[in-house]
T-cell receptor, first 114, second 112 residues
Framework: AQTVTQSQPEMSVQEAETVTLSCTYDTSESDYYLFWYKQPPSRQMILVIRQEAYKQQNATENRFSVNFQKAAKSFSLKISDSQLGDAAMYFCAYRSEGAQKLVFGQGTRLTINP | DTGVSQNPRHKITKRGQNVTFRCDPISEHNRLYWYRQTLGQGPEFLTYFQNEAQLEKSRLLSDRFSAERPKGSFSTLEIQRTEQGDSAMYLC??????????FGPGTRLTVT
């Protein structure tokens, strides 16, 4: 079974600085998708960014980018120019090609200091 | 359509009672998912529907749990004879088959 591990329960960063959240996963499959979801306090989870395993190029969405290292099974999220609205729980998630369910990590709580 | 909705948002029940939650997906989405999230943890998959067919169930979905999606529209999740261990946030998500699952706000269940 696939597993996702987020080793940083909490992270904090100064507003306007850059922060990197770590994620590792375990799988024997070659085709899969990786996601970062954001869950603000008392609000619903939203997708931040996704990465297809077959793509070598790292995904980027505005201030959010990933560092996807397939051989190392690592998928980190970099947030540039951190804003107060970035404060949330961040979950790394995995989905096998052809499967439906998402497998989530334990989450990282990100605090932005003004 | 403003997104996935779930009702109720909060439910407090006594141990042994039955509870039912409702999820209304985004209208054109044919796939619907239920997840459970306990405090400080990531969501865990419970079950998945494509239209009205329940195609996958997790081992977490014990015999006390049942989910339905009549006519492929809204879905209900029922928990019979609730236990304190059932206390969690129950999340619903939907998709039309693309990459992203759109999540609802969740139903927080507290079993006393």
């Amino acid at each position: 079974a696939q597993t996702v591990t987020q080793s940083q329960p909490e992270m904090s960063v100064q507003e306007a600085e850059t922060v990197t959240l770590s994620c590792t996963y375990d799988t024997s499959e070659s085709d899969y998708y990786l996601f970062w979801y954001k869950q603000p306090p008392s609000r619903q989870m939203i997708l931040v960014i996704r990465q297809e395993a077959y793509k070598q190029q790292n995904a980027t969405e505005n201030r959010f980018s990933v560092n996807f290292q397939k051989a190392a099974k690592s998928f980190s999220l970099k947030i540039s120019d951190s804003q107060l609205g970035d404060a949330a729980m961040y979950f790394c998630a995995y989905r096998s090609e052809g499967a439906q369910k998402l497998v989530f990590g334990q989450g990282t709580r990100l605090t932005i200091n003004p | 359509d403003t997104g996935v909705s779930q009702n109720p948002r909060h439910k407090i029940t006594k141990r042994g009672q039955n509870v039912t939650f409702r999820c209304d997906p985004i209208s054109e989405h044919n796939r619907l998912y239920w997840y459970r999230q306990t405090l400080g943890q990531g969501p865990e998959f419970l079950t998945y529907f494509q239209n009205e067919a329940q195609l996958e169930k997790s081992r977490l979905l014990s015999d006390r749990f049942s989910a339905e999606r009549p006519k492929g529209s809204f879905s209900t999740l029922e928990i019979q004879r609730t236990e304190q261990g059932d206390s969690a946030m129950y999340l619903c998500a939907s998709t039309e088959g693309a990459y992203e699952q759109y999540f609802g706000p969740g139903t927080r269940l507290t079993v006393t």
